[in-house]
């Protein structure tokens, strides 16, 4: 089948990340991976597409599985994305129904932010923000330069501040 050795390739370059991707949001590195061998078996039905498509949505099942656990009745407690997640006093874990619907409406936003970008730019935001990865392991990941990883994140940053403006979700987009 033609693309099932860039695709074997793909699927083996993106593990370690995903693992670590897994990881840095609270799970074992047992489980980390044992969600990454499910991630890559769902993706496998998307396999005819761009790699850079893959990769958003090989990191959207990840966090569609991630949330999985977190409403299973074995999991443990839920990690929030950002302390703002979560009021201080609230009692449980959940947000509410209201919360629930900004969080999606800004993720929505932040999405459509994202795939406005130039696809290099938004690769190399996603790979440092998600992944996790360093600019130096993202070069060497694309085969690029460092500096070059810093422009186009510069750039990618550039144009989320652009299309959201500067306290869209009251957040900082660039991690500061």
């Known amino acids: 089948m033609p693309g099932t050795d860039a695709f074997a390739g793909f699927v083996q370059a993106q593990r370690s990340p995903l693992c670590a991707f897994l990881r840095a949001r609270g799970t074992s590195p047992e489980d980390a991976e044992d969600i990454a061998q499910d991630c890559m078996e769902r993706l496998m039905r998307y396999r ?7 990769r958003l949505l090989l990191y959207r099942i990840a966090r569609n599985r991630l949330a999985d656990l977190g409403r299973s009745a074995q999991a443990g407690p839920h990690l929030p994305l950002a302390e703002h997640d979560v009021p201080a006093d609230a009692s449980s874990p959940t947000p509410g129904p209201l919360r629930q619907a900004e969080s999606r409406q800004m993720l929505n936003t932040l999405r459509q932010a994202l795939l406005k970008l130039p696809e290099r730019c938004r690769e190399a935001y996603l790979l ?32 989320l501040r652009r299309e959201l403006g500067s306290d869209a979700f009251n957040m900082d ?3 500061r």
């Open 48 to 54: 005819g597409h761009a790699e850079g498509e893959l």
């Open 128 to 159: 440092n923000r998600i992944s996790g990865m360093s600019y130096s392991q993202i070069a060497r990941h694309r085969g690029i330069t460092a500096k070059t990883v810093e422009k186009q994140i510069a750039r990618a940053l550039q144009g």
């Open 173 to 175: 987009v660039d991690g």
